[in-house]
Structures are given as C-alpha cells and as structure tokens.
C-alpha cells in the first residue's frame, strides 16, 4: 500500500481518466500510423518500402533508452508540468516532419518522438493512479488501455483515409493537432503533482522491482509474435478475402475495447488471479483457428484482442500495486521501456522461427506452439507477484 495515498473523488478521478485516455489515443496513434503512413511518405524520400522498419526501430530505440533512464529521475520532477512539455513537444517534432524530405532527418525525428513518447505515457499514468482509490484502479486502467483499441477503430482508418485522398501530409498535420489538443485537457483535468515535493532518495532497481516491471511486456510478447504475420494468417489460414481486412479488424478493435471496460468492472467483484486464468484459457483457444485451420476469421479477431486486452489490464492492476506514489512515475517508465524493448524482440523473432518455409503449416504451428506456451506462463507469473504483495503487506 502506498504511503501517499491521496485520492480524489469518483468524477475527478474519471474526468481524469478520460484525459489520460485522449493522452494515450494521441501517443499510440502518432506511434501505430507511422508505418501505415510511410508507404505514403516513402517516394518524397526516395527509400524503399522496407525502410520502415529502420523508421519504427529508431522510434522504439528512442523510447527504450528514455523508458530506463526516466525510471531513476521522473519520481522527482512535476509531472504536470512534464507532461505538457512533451505534448507539445511530441505535436511539434510530428508537424515538423513534413517540412523535410530527407530521411536522415526523418530517422533523427523518430528517435526523438520516441524517447518523448517512452516516458509520456509513464507520466500520465502516475499521476492518475496517484488519484485513484485501489477499488477503482481496474475501471481506470480499462478506460486508459481502451484507446488503443479506439485507435483501431478510428484512428488509423481516419489517418489512412487523409492519406488516400489528400496526402500523408494533412495526416501528420491531424495527428500533431490531437497532441496538442491535450494540453488544454491536461491543464482542465489533471491535478497538481505532489508527489515530487515528497520524493527524496534516488531510486535503486532491484531483482523484485525488474519482476514487476516485466509483467506487462511478458502479457504482449505472445500476441507480438503474431502481429508481424496476423494478415497472411487471416487470408492464408482463415480463408479472409483481402477486401474485408478493414472491416474484420475493425469489429476486432471492437471488441478489444469491449473486452478492457469489461475486464475492468469485473476486477471490483472478480480476483485478478481468476480473469487471468479466464482470458488467457480464451486467448489460447483463439490460436486453434490458425493452428487447425478453421476458417473463422472474424471469431479469431474477436478473441485474440480482446483476450489480449484483457489480460494487459489483469497485469497492469496487479504490478501497478507495487510501487508507491514516489516511485510509480518511474516504475511505468521502466514498464513501458521495457514492453518496447521485449516487443522488439518479438518482432525479430517472428521471422527467426518461421525460417525459410516462411507460412508453410509447420513454420506457423511452431510459431503457434510458442507464442501459446509463453501465454500459458502469464497466470503463474502473476500469482506469483500477488504472493509477493501478500507478503509485503504482512511485513
């Protein structure tokens, strides 16, 4: 339990929430619609399609190296202020984007977007769970993670479309105004920060405190495994024509919202223990579409994000309980950087496992028999850190 509990009341607090929630939809949107939208950019710049991936590497190395050092000095500062600081930052530096087309230029900006956006979020997130009584902090946390799947919903069809019809530059010029847009919110909406006045000695990262960090970049690993080939899966596997892909990841991003607001309200009368066992059991079952070859395509979207969602919000209520309010900034610094850092690797070990028979039935069972045992672990490795927060509070 933290010693610097302060929280607000029930409307603040959600008022809050839905701010920190436009936070996260303007940062997860400025993030997920670059490599979209490069496709679009790659002839200004006279670069290959593939260059992309040095563009989202660039953002994710920003980000990983900025999510470990704020862990030691965001505890310390006002985070208000910060926050506001790096909005308007992360809405300039995206703005700025279409005023060059070199991509050196382009690769420096990544990499600056992505150590604002490594420790934004962090920010925000601490100072709402600051203000949020622990009875509470699921419905919150489903509020904030339900932007990503707005995201799906909204954001990236409507980027998408700006770029269709009227150029990549108007997409960007959109997406640097939703940054911005939250500064007036967080002005309106977030409280003064007291937490820093409090902080005093630098923190020290332990074994335990890596334990906890870890937890939510261990939940998305498995479902980051598939992300790189979940479209070949859906047509090859699932038998999707190629025309109904929006739609189909649309009603997916549906029900990945559906699944974090429900998973919050049942974290007030459920234990975390038993909707991690319940989300991971339908999360597994949705590999089985692929792995059989069962063609139902829409069902497998259906479970597979919204058990993914649900299972990052059972993680994220039960790690966020172990730091206290001094420290809780930096420890979702570390969190974040750490799920940049682990997605990485999911990333490049996608292609490592599927070898050069690339989505032949044996490469993708292989896959599907790995990202199901890593999900398998979630459950006992979250256990295992409510074993160690019983502890804790009997010491």
């Not at 799920?339 to 292989?366: K, Q, W, Y």
């Amino acid at each position: 339990m933290s010693i610097f509990q302060h929280p607000a009341p029930y409307r603040h607090v959600k008022r809050l929430a839905w701010a920190v929630s436009f936070i996260q939809f303007a940062n997860a949107l400025e993030y997920m619609a670059f490599n979209p939208v490069f496709a679009f950019m790659a002839a200004d710049f006279t670069v290959p399609l593939s260059w992309s991936g040095y563009v989202s590497g660039l953002y994710t190395m920003g980000a990983v190296i900025s999510g470990f050092s704020a862990f030691y000095w965001l505890g310390r500062i006002n985070k208000k202020r910060f926050l506001i600081i790096n909005m308007v930052l992360l809405g300039l530096l995206t703005g700025s984007t279409t005023l060059t087309t070199s991509f050196t230029t382009l690769l420096i900006l990544r990499f600056c977007a992505g150590a604002i956006g490594g420790t934004t979020m962090a920010a925000a997130i601490g100072l709402l769970i600051n203000q949020t009584p622990v009875n509470l902090r699921g419905k919150m946390f489903a509020t904030v993670i339900a932007a990503f799947s707005v995201v799906s919903i909204a954001g990236m069809p409507g980027i998408l479309f700006l770029c269709t019809h009227y150029g990549w530059h108007p997409a960007l010029y959109a997406i640097a105004v939703l940054c911005l847009l939250s500064v007036p919110l967080i002005l309106l909406a977030v409280p003064a920060d007291r937490s820093s006045e409090q902080a005093a000695e630098r923190p020290r990262l332990k074994v335990e405190t890596l334990l906890f960090a870890s937890a939510n970049a261990l939940v998305q690993f498995s479902p980051m495994l598939l992300i790189p080939v979940l479209v070949p899966l859906l047509i090859q596997r699932l038998g999707l024509s190629s025309e109904l892909l929006p739609v189909v990841f649309v009603v997916g991003g549906v029900a990945g919202y559906l699944a974090t607001k429900m998973t919050g309200r049942l974290l007030g009368i459920c234990s975390a223990q038993r909707l991690a066992i319940a989300s991971t059991l339908l999360y597994m079952f949705s590999l089985a579409f692929p792995a059989t070859g069962y063609a139902g395509p829409v069902l497998f979207m259906v479970l597979f994000l919204g058990a993914s969602y649900s299972r990052l919000v059972v993680s994220s209520v039960v790690t966020m309980a172990f730091p206290d309010d001094r420290q809780r900034a930096g420890f979702v610094s570390l969190q974040t950087s750490l799920m940049h850092l682990l997605t990485t690797v999911a990333f490049f070990l996608c292609p490592l496992l599927l070898g050069e028979n690339d989505m032949a039935p044996g490469s993708i069972n292989r896959l599907l028999l790995i990202a199901g045992a890593m999900a398998a672990v979630i459950p006992l490795y979250l256990a295992v850190l409510q074993k160690k927060l019983r502890q804790r509070e009997r010491d």
